[in-house]
């Protein structure tokens, strides 16, 4: 499987109209605390969907388009 980078075009796997080129990932440290220890960060990409918008999306929840 391939990482996800910057300039890569990406659609999310549950939700068909988030779909765009990644501008940036960033790392979310606000992450919970979990019994026993702690929650690794999460990964997030600034996408520039189809229409022209910008939004944040987690990494995990994207994969690679080929369009």
């Not at 960033?26 to 990409?45: D, F, Q, Y």
Request: positive net charge; charged residues 30%; aromatic residues 4%.
């Amino acid at each position: 499987m391939r990482r996800i980078k910057t300039g890569d075009k990406v659609q999310a796997f549950l939700d068909v109209r988030i779909k765009g080129t990644v501008l940036g990932i960033e790392e979310n440290k606000n992450v919970p605390w979990m019994v026993g220890g702690t929650a690794s960060t999460e990964m997030i990409c600034v996408l520039q969907l189809m229409d022209g918008r910008k939004i944040k999306y987690k990494m995990s929840e994207l994969h690679h388009t080929d369009e």
